[in-house]
Protein backbone atom coordinates (compact mmCIF):
# COMPACT_ATOMS: atom_id res chain seq x y z
CA UNK A 1 0.00 0.00 0.00
CA UNK A 2 1.65 3.20 -1.34
CA UNK A 3 0.80 6.70 -0.67
CA UNK A 4 0.83 9.39 -3.23
CA UNK A 5 0.73 12.63 -1.33
CA UNK A 6 1.79 15.05 -4.33
CA UNK A 7 3.47 14.81 -7.57
CA UNK A 8 6.78 15.08 -8.62
CA UNK A 9 6.05 17.71 -11.27
CA UNK A 10 4.39 20.49 -8.70
CA UNK A 11 7.63 20.50 -6.56
CA UNK A 12 10.06 21.00 -9.63
CA UNK A 13 7.73 24.65 -10.13
CA UNK A 14 10.27 28.03 -9.99
CA UNK A 15 8.63 30.63 -8.92
CA UNK A 16 8.91 33.27 -11.16
CA UNK A 17 7.25 36.42 -9.60
CA UNK A 18 9.18 39.01 -6.93
CA UNK A 19 8.15 39.67 -3.80
CA UNK A 20 7.94 42.79 -3.11
CA UNK A 21 6.54 43.19 0.59
CA UNK A 22 10.09 43.71 1.80
CA UNK A 23 10.76 46.48 -0.87
CA UNK A 24 7.47 48.42 0.26
CA UNK A 25 8.51 48.21 3.83
CA UNK A 26 11.49 49.58 3.63
CA UNK A 27 10.53 52.46 1.39
CA UNK A 28 7.54 52.74 4.18
CA UNK A 29 9.92 52.89 6.73
CA UNK A 30 12.14 55.46 4.83
CA UNK A 31 9.29 57.85 4.08
CA UNK A 32 8.68 58.56 8.05
CA UNK A 33 12.36 58.70 8.24
CA UNK A 34 12.28 61.72 5.70
CA UNK A 35 9.22 63.01 6.78
CA UNK A 36 10.02 63.55 10.36
CA UNK A 37 13.92 64.92 9.68
CA UNK A 38 13.26 67.26 7.40
CA UNK A 39 10.94 70.10 9.39
CA UNK A 40 14.07 69.77 11.51
CA UNK A 41 16.40 69.87 9.00
CA UNK A 42 14.99 73.38 7.72
CA UNK A 43 14.08 74.95 10.68
CA UNK A 44 17.58 75.25 12.61
CA UNK A 45 18.25 78.96 12.50
CA UNK A 46 16.39 81.10 14.62
CA UNK A 47 15.61 84.41 12.87
CA UNK A 48 14.25 87.41 13.62
CA UNK A 49 13.57 89.11 10.19
CA UNK A 50 13.38 92.97 9.49
CA UNK A 51 9.75 94.21 9.51
CA UNK A 52 8.63 96.46 6.60
CA UNK A 53 9.43 100.17 7.57
CA UNK A 54 8.57 103.34 5.42
CA UNK A 55 10.69 106.35 6.58
CA UNK A 56 9.85 109.57 5.62
CA UNK A 57 12.44 111.72 3.88
CA UNK A 58 12.74 115.55 3.83
CA UNK A 59 14.11 116.69 0.70
CA UNK A 60 16.13 119.02 1.15
CA UNK A 61 16.99 121.36 -1.43
CA UNK A 62 20.31 120.41 -2.84
CA UNK A 63 18.93 117.03 -3.41
CA UNK A 64 18.77 115.59 -7.22
CA UNK A 65 15.65 114.07 -8.39
CA UNK A 66 16.71 111.78 -11.36
CA UNK A 67 13.64 110.84 -12.57
CA UNK A 68 13.01 107.66 -15.46
CA UNK A 69 10.18 107.10 -17.02
CA UNK A 70 8.22 104.18 -18.74
CA UNK A 71 10.33 105.09 -22.25
CA UNK A 72 13.67 105.03 -20.84
CA UNK A 73 13.80 109.00 -21.05
CA UNK A 74 16.09 110.36 -18.05
CA UNK A 75 14.88 113.91 -16.34
CA UNK A 76 17.29 115.49 -14.20
CA UNK A 77 14.85 117.63 -11.46
CA UNK A 78 12.13 117.70 -14.26
CA UNK A 79 14.72 118.34 -17.40
CA UNK A 80 15.35 115.93 -19.82
CA UNK A 81 18.68 114.86 -20.39
CA UNK A 82 19.88 113.86 -23.97
CA UNK A 83 21.87 111.08 -22.71
CA UNK A 84 23.89 108.81 -20.05
CA UNK A 85 27.46 111.01 -21.05
CA UNK A 86 25.41 114.40 -20.68
CA UNK A 87 24.17 112.45 -16.81
CA UNK A 88 27.86 111.56 -16.22
CA UNK A 89 29.31 115.11 -16.85
CA UNK A 90 26.72 116.52 -14.41
CA UNK A 91 26.98 113.85 -11.63
CA UNK A 92 30.63 114.47 -11.86
CA UNK A 93 30.05 117.87 -11.25
CA UNK A 94 27.87 117.64 -8.37
CA UNK A 95 30.33 114.69 -7.08
CA UNK A 96 32.66 117.38 -5.95
CA UNK A 97 30.55 119.27 -3.88
CA UNK A 98 30.91 119.62 0.06
CA UNK A 99 29.08 118.54 1.30
CA UNK A 100 28.23 115.86 -1.44
CA UNK A 101 24.37 116.09 -2.44
CA UNK A 102 22.13 113.24 -2.60
CA UNK A 103 20.81 111.40 -5.73
CA UNK A 104 17.02 109.97 -5.30
CA UNK A 105 16.39 107.68 -8.11
CA UNK A 106 12.69 107.58 -9.09
CA UNK A 107 11.67 105.13 -11.74
CA UNK A 108 8.59 104.41 -12.99
CA UNK A 109 7.06 101.19 -12.12
CA UNK A 110 6.73 99.99 -16.12
CA UNK A 111 10.18 101.46 -16.40
CA UNK A 112 12.56 98.52 -17.59
CA UNK A 113 15.44 97.68 -14.84
CA UNK A 114 17.79 98.61 -17.43
CA UNK A 115 17.19 102.33 -17.76
CA UNK A 116 17.48 102.56 -13.73
CA UNK A 117 20.22 100.29 -13.72
CA UNK A 118 22.37 103.02 -16.01
CA UNK A 119 21.21 105.66 -13.90
CA UNK A 120 22.79 103.45 -10.98
CA UNK A 121 25.76 102.72 -13.24
CA UNK A 122 26.17 106.56 -13.94
CA UNK A 123 25.81 107.39 -10.11
CA UNK A 124 29.07 104.83 -9.36
CA UNK A 125 30.47 105.87 -11.72
CA UNK A 126 30.56 109.74 -11.44
CA UNK A 127 31.28 108.64 -7.23
CA UNK A 128 28.46 109.49 -6.01
CA UNK A 129 28.24 108.58 -2.12
CA UNK A 130 24.51 108.49 -1.23
CA UNK A 131 22.16 107.23 -3.92
CA UNK A 132 18.33 106.41 -2.95
CA UNK A 133 15.33 105.27 -4.24
CA UNK A 134 11.96 106.43 -4.08
CA UNK A 135 8.92 104.18 -4.07
CA UNK A 136 5.10 104.87 -3.28
CA UNK A 137 4.18 103.63 0.28
CA UNK A 138 2.03 100.46 1.47
CA UNK A 139 -1.34 100.94 0.98
CA UNK A 140 -2.84 101.39 4.78
CA UNK A 141 -5.50 98.93 5.08
Known sequence: M???V????EEDEVVSTINTTPLVDV?????????I???????TVQLSLPKEVNIAVATKPENINISV?????????????PDTDALFQRLSKVATLTPQPEVMIRGDERARYESVGRVLFQCTRASI??????TEPPPKG
Open 2 to 4: AMN
Open 129 to 134: QKVKFV
Open 27 to 35: MLVLLIIFL
Open 37 to 43: TIPVVTH
Open 6 to 9: GSSS
Open 69 to 81: NKDGDIFWNQVLV
